[in-house]
């Protein structure tokens, strides 16, 4: 590879983006070895943008790319900034992005960019088209990561960009004159005795070192500060070496930790399974739904013969209809302002945001799967005449299949029972197309691990079992764990669910679809948040999903 000016991650693999989209390893690998040419800021609208070029190398991390400057006006001014660290991001323009569900699978990129370092504090991706799943999306897409800056002298690697000759502290403390040495000892004995000040509560302003008045006696001893550098390596750092020698306080010379990520990571659920029920459902924009269904199953609903002279007979059978109404779903959250002004590492509203979203969206998922757990008698309940949850809808709509092989079965045979219960009863699945199924990370596992008599796994994988099911994918949903409902003093355990969620409409009218308000407390000098929808959902069609539930005992 030609030598370059700078590298740097033009994207990173599986790298959450604030949008909750996520780029999944080897979307770009096509471009392994391409070049593309370096812009400034994404302004790829005129020549004179164009800085230079970049060598693009996939990696399992991402894209990795490596950088040359041309020699106009435009790209050595560039090489200046990134020189002098002025400018230290990457960015790349895409399109022709595809997706499924949160993950981006493949695109094209057209440019990298350089771009300011505050404009990006973090992952994210910022679309040019608002985007569906399937559809084509250009976007521009960060990683918050800075470049490196290539040294000419280095030639153990042609990728590498760092001294790899560790020094120590000492190493460097050592190449430093005795004058400037003694200058180092004036300064952390200065802050040493300000923190001093700080701790018993003194209010006296120290002098500054830097104004040329400090005496011998304002700062440690050469022979301290040698042997404390000296003794760094013994006692593994620097800190601790201090400590030993008798220096207390002595936290504030070293710089405070430095979080990983750009914003606080949520301890959640698995939420992949939440955007595949909701990009799964039907949805309309009107919230009352009214089924009417006409049932010719019946023997009086049949054609009939004909015998001369006898009276003919009207056909007979009934109509059966129910309306479902919209409730309110919310979530609400409040921020103290003086937090929102004193919290500048990120961005603390979107954050806030985000997780408003993210957690409506798995309570509307879990609503419409198997309710939302809490007693009938909360208030916070969400209303299930409005929500109709898939487990517990009425038999005409979700048929009810008992999974049963006795409180001793092991794990293999409750395993064999399902997969058996599964396959028997999907004959009586009428919705539409091939349906999904919605089960647990444990009764999944239980399955995979089933072996044949030589002690061969018989399914090598979800997908193969899925095909066994005659389901078009297996999607294990967290919340369904432990879920449990009690008929004729039985508890019975949900462990499946097979559906086609486009049988399963959401309404909501215009004004009921997702909104989230702002509104700010003078007297409590809160921020608050509310996040709502009112809609409406229910089943269908009949007999267009089936519940597999386990008890302890044998069906009856």
Not at 258 to 280: C, E, H, S, Y
Not at 375 to 388: C, L, M, P, V
Request: glycine share 8%; net charge negative; proline share 2%.
């Amino acid at each position: 590879m030609e030598n370059y000016d700078f590298s740097g991650w033009a994207t990173r693999a599986n790298l959450k983006c604030s949008d909750g989209r996520t780029i999944l390893k080897d979307a770009f690998k096509q471009h392994n070895g391409q070049t593309v040419p370096l812009v400034w800021n994404h302004q790829h609208n005129d020549p004179l943008n164009i800085l230079g070029h970049a060598t693009l190398e996939n990696r399992d991390e991402g894209v990795y790319a490596y950088c040359k400057f041309n020699e106009t006006e435009a790209g050595q001014n560039a090489k200046l900034l990134v020189k002098h660290g002025d400018v230290s991001a990457l960015s790349i323009f895409a399109n022709h992005l595809k997706q499924k569900g949160g993950s981006v699978l493949h695109g094209v990129i057209r440019e990298v960019s350089l771009v300011l370092s505050g404009a990006n504090p973090g992952a994210f991706i910022d679309s040019v088209l608002i985007h569906s799943e399937g559809e084509d999306e250009d976007a521009i897409i960060y990683t918050g990561e800075n470049i490196m800056l290539y040294h000419s002298e280095d030639t153990k690697s042609k990728y590498k960009t760092e001294d790899d000759d560790e020094e120590t502290v000492a190493d460097v403390f050592n190449t430093l004159t005795e004058k400037q040495k003694t200058v180092v000892y004036a300064m952390i004995g200065q802050a040493l005795e300000e923190s001093d000040d700080r701790q018993t509560g003194g209010s006296n302003m120290k002098h500054n070192v830097f104004d040329g008045d400090y005496s011998q006696e304002d700062v440690l001893s050469h022979s301290d500060m040698e042997a404390i550098f000296s003794d760094g390596k013994r006692y593994g750092s620097l800190k601790d070496s201090v400590l030993a020698h008798g220096i207390e306080n002595i936290d504030f010379l070293f710089p405070d930790a430095t979080a990983l990520d750009g914003t606080p990571q949520f301890i959640q659920r698995d939420m992949g399974w939440v955007q595949k029920v909701m990009n799964a459902i039907h949805h309309t924009p009107f919230s009352r739904i009214k089924s009417i269904l006409a049932d010719i199953t019946e023997d009086d609903a049949r054609a009939k013969g004909y015998i001369k002279g006898d009276l003919k007979k009207n056909e007979v059978f009934s109509l059966l209809k129910r309306t479902t109404s919209p409730t309110t779903i919310y979530k609400k959250q409040k921020l103290d302002r003086d937090d929102v002004i004193d919290i500048n590492d990120f961005d603390v509203v979107g954050w806030i945001k985000a997780e408003m979203r993210m957690m409506l969206d798995e309570e509307i998922a879990r609503a419409i799967l198997i309710g939302d757990g809490r007693i009938s008698s909360s208030d916070e309940k969400i209303n299930e005449q409005s929500i109709r949850p898939i487990w517990t809808d009425d038999d005409l709509y979700t048929i009810k299949e008992i999974v049963g092989t006795g409180s001793s079965a092991t794990s293999a045979q409750k395993a064999k029972a399902f997969i058996r219960s599964v396959i028997k009863s999907r004959k009586n699945y009428k919705g539409s197309g091939e349906p999904s199924l919605y089960t647990t990370e444990d009764v999944l596992t239980d399955c995979l691990l089933l072996e044949d008599n030589n002690g061969r796994t018989i399914y090598e994988s979800a997908e193969k079992l899925a095909t066994a099911l005659r389901v078009k994918e297996i999607v294990t949903v967290p919340v369904m764990e432990g879920a449990v409902r009690t008929v004729n003093d039985v508890e019975r355990s949900i462990i499946g669910i097979i559906t086609n969620l486009s049988d399963y409409n959401v309404g909501a009218d215009k004004g009921g679809a997702v909104n989230m308000f702002d509104d700010f407390d003078i007297d409590y000098n809160a921020q608050k948040y509310l996040i709502e929808t009112r809609c409406s959902g229910a089943l269908t069609k009949p007999y267009s999903a089936i519940a597999l539930e386990w008890v302890d005992s044998d069906p009856q």
